[in-house]
């Protein structure tokens, strides 16, 4: 069965040091993973996706199949990017899978 | 706000009773899924539809929740004989078929509170 694991439920840093949120993941499938995002008192929404390697925000993931991770990085985290910050992958039907959420605190 | 809209935002109900929820995807969306939130947990999913037709339903939906997408647009998720355990937020998310699979817009939720 697919799951999702995010570790860590609460992550401290001060503003520039770099910030790693991580995420495991189990599937049989090829996995897609995505990072979903919710600012305080704002909906939830895609911050990224693996398959775009993308960088959004200052943030990159890459996926590692060897180890089944998807772990979110930044170089110099900014008080901004304090949030619930939530794992994904999807399976059947474009459903996804979310992890139990890392929030991530930037102090100043 | 043209994005997805769900009602009502908060709901209090008596143990045993029905509620129902509304939500209204963003309009061009032909996917529209529930999810299911409880504290400290990241959402859950519940079901999904394509257009009017609910493909996919979760373990997690007993027979006391039924969810409708009548004419392709909005949808209602209904819980009857509501009970505490059903207290949670239920979100509301939709896509496009075609676009990334993976970005979903959600809703702001309506948070359930039985007691």
């Known amino acids: 069965a697919q799951r999702v694991t995010q570790p860590e439920k609460l992550l401290s840093v001060f503003k520039g040091a770099p910030v790693e949120l991580k995420c495991n993941y189990s599937y049989s499938g090829s996995p897609e993973l995505f990072w979903y995002v919710q600012y305080s008192r704002q909906r939830l929404q895609l911050l990224l996706r693996h398959i775009s390697r993308e960088s959004i925000k200052g943030f990159t993931a890459d996926l590692n199949k060897g180890e089944t991770s998807f772990h979110l990085k930044k170089p110099f985290a900014q008080e901004e990017d304090s949030a619930m910050y939530y794992c994904a992958l999807i399976t059947s039907g474009s459903r996804l899978t979310f992890g139990e959420g890392t929030q991530l605190t930037v102090n100043p | 706000d043209t994005g997805v809209s769900q009602d009502p935002r908060h709901k209090i109900t008596k143990r045993g009773q029905n509620v129902t929820f509304r939500c209204d995807p963003i309009s061009e969306h032909n996917r529209l899924y529930w999810y299911r939130q409880t504290l400290g947990q990241g959402p859950e999913f519940l079901t999904y539809f394509q257009n009017e037709a609910q493909l996919e339903k979760s373990r997690l939906l007993s027979d006391r929740f039924s969810a409708e997408r009548p004419k392709g647009s909005f949808s209602t998720l209904e819980i009857q004989r509501t009970e505490q355990g059903d207290s949670a937020m239920y979100l509301c998310?939709?896509?496009?078929?075609?676009?990334?699979?993976?970005?979903?817009?959600f809703g702001q939720g309506t948070r359930l509170t039985v007691v």
């Open positions: 998310a939709s896509s496009f078929r075609g676009t990334f699979q993976g970005e979903a817009f």
